[in-house]
């Protein structure tokens, strides 16, 4: 545990993350003080109210003089890797560490981490709901919603901490060390912020770096990058796979069979999973392996898979209107999301895409377009960028806002075809983040309806 006393530690970032870094720091007696590139709302009201506890705040920039004062620096995930701050810590010798990084620091419990490009929140949450029903005592923090620093103080040695983990997030860590960790997937993401995509890669596998022997890994099979890399720890890979037969869960004659050492018996049938598309089967395999790692029998698994329904913003069916059924994917950040998303719904497509482009490559999702996508409905500043992509592969149009997209894209649809948000790119040119877009999305869809109707 560090010892933070009367430490001079700056937290860089003032989100919902940084936030919590500097409130626990201020609870274990560190001198804390924070800094935001940012001046918005957030920030302001973050700034206002660390000052009410007599906490330093620099906003609207980064500057040495508030920077070189730091003993350690705690780093909020959406810093960058090259700016400034992080340049002068590493220049000056100012240890840098994560939000989970000093969470670990203070957490009892053993930790089951999952990250991955894909499914993560879908996983973590199906996760939390087969402890739930097992009556284990569980806290599900992390990139899902609460941060990992607002949530572990309260952890006892008999809790377990379910923690998403994003590449963010695992970049500055140093100890962090999951009993369990899963990596989902590794697909094109983020290559915005990477040297490329083995730069991306090898960010995620730091959630196994410290593992050992006696913990566990638990990786997708399917995953071609998962399947054949390189594992630097002593930790032993535990395998789910929809497509072979693998030591760990894995899927037969549409049973899903669990298979080690000691055992090979049938957990599941396909036909009592309710989640649409392949990619969440591959969740629930993870969901699976991992609840046998942790001791958690047959029962408690199907009584959380048979029950549970997607996440909102994750391919989810908003209403049907004149027979045009429109899904909500707002969640699709990246190309292989889309791709997902795209080849789970069983009916002709509208799509709507665009946003912030994050560098991925659409060439893996051209094919899905060609056999599914009636048109596209383009947005945001990729719109260029996908119109360059897909030329002359589908029928393409520009709108100047989500709400006009969405309007146009109904005009486009016929009954029993879809209309599909599924962006392939971030909100940030648009929207606060892919809830808000989500969120207007959806209120587009409940006027189109109104006026349908009347």
């Not at 048979?306 to 996440?311: A, N």
């Given at each position: 545990m560090l010892d933070l006393r009367n430490k001079k530690v700056l937290v860089v970032g003032l989100g919902s993350s940084g936030m919590a870094c500097a409130e626990l720091l201020h609870e274990e007696?560190?001198?804390?003080?924070?800094?935001?590139?940012?001046?918005?709302q957030e920030v302001r009201e973050h700034a206002g109210m660390l000052k009410k506890k007599d906490i330093e705040t620099e906003t609207g920039r980064h500057t040495e003089g508030f920077i070189r004062q730091a003993e350690l620096m705690v780093l909020s995930p959406g810093v960058p890797r090259d700016g400034f701050p992080v340049k002068?810590?590493?220049?000056n010798a100012i240890p840098v560490i994560s939000e989970i990084e000093l969470g670990f620091q203070f957490c009892k419990a053993p930790i089951v981490a999952i990250t991955g490009t894909n499914g993560k929140s879908t996983v973590v949450t199906l996760l939390g709901k087969v402890f739930r029903a097992a009556g284990k005592d569980h806290v599900v923090l992390g990139n899902i919603g609460t941060p990992f620093c607002s949530g572990v103080k309260a952890l006892k040695k008999k809790s377990v901490c379910i923690l998403e983990v994003s590449s963010f997030q695992l970049e500055w860590i140093v100890d962090f060390k999951p009993h369990i960790s899963c990596i989902l997937n590794v697909t094109d993401d983020h290559l915005e912020r990477y040297r490329g995509f083995d730069d991306y890669v090898e960010a995620k596998l730091k959630i196994c770096a410290n593992q050992g022997k006696n913990d566990h890994l638990v990786l997708n099979y399917d995953d071609k990058k998962l399947r054949t890399v390189k594992i630097k720890s002593k930790v032993k890979p535990f395998y789910y796979s929809r497509k072979e037969v693998v030591e760990g869960v894995f899927i037969k004659n549409k049973n899903v069979i669990l298979k080690n050492a000691d055992m090979d018996k049938t957990i599941a049938r396909l036909d009592k999973i309710s989640l649409p598309g392949d990619h969440n089967i591959?969740?629930?395999?993870?969901?699976?392996?991992?609840?046998?790692l942790m001791g958690i029998g047959k029962g408690p698994i199907l009584k959380a898979i048979?029950?549970?329904?997607?996440?909102s913003h994750r391919i989810e069916t908003i209403t049907i209107i004149n027979g045009i059924e429109f899904i909500d994917d707002s969640k699709a950040t990246n190309v292989d999301a889309a791709k997902r998303a795209i080849e789970s719904i069983n009916k002709r497509i509208v799509l709507i895409a665009g946003g912030?482009?994050?560098?991925?490559?659409?060439?893996?999702?051209?094919?899905?377009?060609?056999?599914?996508?009636?048109?596209?409905?383009?947005?945001g500043e990729a719109a260029p960028i996908l119109e360059k992509a897909f030329e002359n592969k589908v029928p393409m149009?520009?709108?100047d806002s989500l709400q006009a997209a969405t309007r146009r894209a109904f005009e486009i649809a016929d009954a029993g075809e879809a209309v599909l948000l599924s962006p392939m790119c971030s909100s940030f040119d648009m929207f606060k983040d892919y809830k808000e877009r989500g969120s207007v999305f959806q209120r587009t869809i409940i006027q189109i309806k109104n006026k349908a109707g009347s």
């Open positions: 007696g560190a001198i804390v003080f924070a800094t935001d590139s940012g001046d918005g002068y810590a590493l220049d591959e969740n629930i395999l993870a969901v699976i392996a991992m609840s046998n048979e029950g549970y329904r997607p996440l912030r482009d994050k560098g991925g490559n659409y060439a893996l999702v051209e094919s899905s377009l060609v056999e599914k996508v009636k048109k596209m409905v383009i947005i149009e520009k709108c």
